[in-house]
């Protein structure tokens, strides 16, 4: 007999992709998760690809924040993604990218399988709000 | 083996087939307690008990982490496959936590024979230890060579450790008066070795010498009682029970390491395998392992059993209604607790005499 009460919690990785050393709005987002009750982990700034995969598929998170302001998303977020995907673990992962991403390379990002993209002036509350409505379908 | 739901056959299936994400997984149901968890953990346990596990716990800062990373290299340098748990604690207030362990892992980054996992305390009382022991199961069924477990040292936390692993490694940094204080306090029982990290600093010899004075005053009276009724002889564990109650035959070692640098790990590797063939060799291996059994069945049974008392309770009207009646002085808790228990009382003695009554024809 399991009787024990589950205890749910959602689980999501902050992470810094590339050479790209700013990551103010990475601790900004960690610290307004981990308010919201959420388990962040934080991966630490200039992650290759890999390393990020590797992280989202052993924390086993709920939702993959990006935060990218090199200009290289267009290479680096795709390749999470399929690393993702190699591992099984792309379907039940919320992906969310954070930082300077042009307009128009919005609809490839989208396409390759990001969820949302927050732009500067986002406000937290409605980060939070889109992750609470969306992430753990498990 | 217990019935497993089609789902979760699936997960038992391809986590000993070696699929990361379906590890990943399996621990995700042990930390959420996902109806179904105990099932899945209980066809596991027959696949675990290969790897060795080892728990680091010290003060915030003392560089736990780092040192872990620098132990895992080793590790991976040798060939092993490697697990890590990192615990942390997590906000009273909000539940919610932020866990930076991982950064320190650095160095075997990108390596997938290496699993590392984050968890927090998620305001659990008792439960994070049973959470942990159980992903370190996990973990064991999976195929991992070596296990460390991570633990900031900072209340009841350092003690559950000893619940887990085989060899708990005490990590302090030099010059840490306060932490040599907190260590007669507790800690020093539940060392099997002791490590100095930070050992370039100024600092590192007296505190060496103050660790050593204390493991020699606290093994010393020990070794004495427990040698000194029996002769030599006598201190040969019993193979069958391997249960000597103490460590009596081996004496923590001190050992110094800069973690940054990898000085020193190599020594802590060594040391923790020295412990490891000691508690092969003294049967008391056998020992931990029954304590950590007896452990493990004992809070399980208070689990359940508190549970199905609350299931009682709660037909009685829950909790608030009968405090209430026992604030008002309308009744006493100790009447409360007698007619809660009286039921499940009469209905154990029943099932006993049914199985008496069974087995005598």
């Known amino acids: 007999m399991s009787t024990d009460h589950a205890q749910r919690a959602t689980r999501c990785l902050v992470a810094k992709v590339g050479l790209d050393g700013h990551d103010r709005g990475a601790h900004v987002i960690a610290r307004a998760f981990r308010d919201a009750g959420f388990e ?3 991966s630490g700034l200039h992650r290759a690809p890999e390393e990020i995969v590797q992280a989202a598929v052993q924390e086993d998170v709920d939702v993959l924040g990006i935060s990218i302001l090199s200009g290289a998303h267009n290479t ?3 390749k999470v993604i399929e690393g993702l995907q190699s591992y099984d673990a792309f379907e039940d992962t919320l992906i969310l990218v954070g930082g ?6 919005k609809p490839q990002l989208e396409e390759a399988g990001v969820d949302a993209i927050f732009g500067p002036g986002t406000s937290i509350e409605a980060t939070v709000e889109f992750v609470r409505e969306h992430a753990g379908s498990e | 083996m217990a019935d497993l739901s089609e789902a979760n056959a699936r997960l038992y299936e391809s986590l000993l087939e070696g699929d990361h994400a379906a590890l990943a997984r399996v621990i995700t149901k042990i930390e959420n307690r996902t109806p179904g968890y105990r099932e899945l953990l209980a066809a596991l346990h027959a696949e675990t008990g290969s790897a060795s596990v080892v728990g680091v716990t010290g003060s915030p800062g003392t560089g736990k982490s780092t040192l872990v990373d620098s132990l895992t290299k080793q590790y991976r340098e040798a060939g092993e496959t490697v697990g890590v748990i990192a615990v942390d604690p997590s906000s009273p207030y909000t539940g919610g936590s932020v866990l930076g362990d991982r950064i320190r892992m650095g160095s075997t980054a990108g390596d997938m024979d290496v699993f590392v996992r984050s968890m927090s305390a998620r305001g659990r009382l008792g439960g994070l230890s049973m959470a942990t022991a159980d992903a370190v199961k996990a973990l064991d069924a999976f ?4 296990i460390i477990v991570e633990t900031v040292g900072a209340g009841q936390n350092e003690v559950d450790i000893v619940e887990t692993a085989e060899t708990v490694a005490v990590v302090v940094q ?3 008066g306060d932490d040599i204080q907190l260590l007669k306090a507790g800690i020093l029982e539940i060392g099997d070795l002791f490590v100095v ?7 590192t010899a007296g505190t060496v010498a103050d660790l050593e004075t204390m493991i020699h005053m606290d093994a010393s009276p020990t070794a004495g009682l427990s040698t000194g009724h029996h002769g030599p002889s006598a201190a040969e564990p019993d193979p069958e029970d391997g249960d000597t109650g103490d460590d009596s035959g081996w004496t923590p070692p001190v050992i110094e390491t800069v973690a940054t640098t990898g000085e020193g790990v190599d020594d802590l590797r060594a040391a923790l395998d020295d412990h490891q063939q ?11 392992r029954r304590r950590q059994a007896e452990t493990e069945i004992r809070r399980l049974l208070r689990t359940d059993l508190g549970e199905l008392a609350e299931g009682v309770l709660d037909r009685r009207g829950g909790i608030e209604a009968v ?10 808790p100790y009447t409360v607790v007698e007619e809660l228990v009286d039921p499940l009382e009469s209905a154990v003695e029943e099932s006993l005499a049914a199985e008496s009554e069974a087995s005598e024809k």
Do not use: C, F, H, M
């Open chain 2, 197 to 203: 990290n930070k050992a370039d600093k100024d600092e």
């Open chain 2, 278 to 288: 000691y508690l092969v060799d003294s049967g008391e291996a056998a020992g931990r």
């Open chain 1, 100 to 105: 300077i991403i042009p307009e128009e390379d």
């Open chain 1, 76 to 78: 680096l977020i795709p």
């Open chain 2, 323 to 332: 405090a209430s009646q026992v604030a008002r002085r309308e009744t006493d």
């Open chain 2, 174 to 176: 030099p010059g840490s």
């Open chain 1, 40 to 42: 962040v982990i934080y």
């Open chain 2, 143 to 146: 195929g991992k060579d070596r």
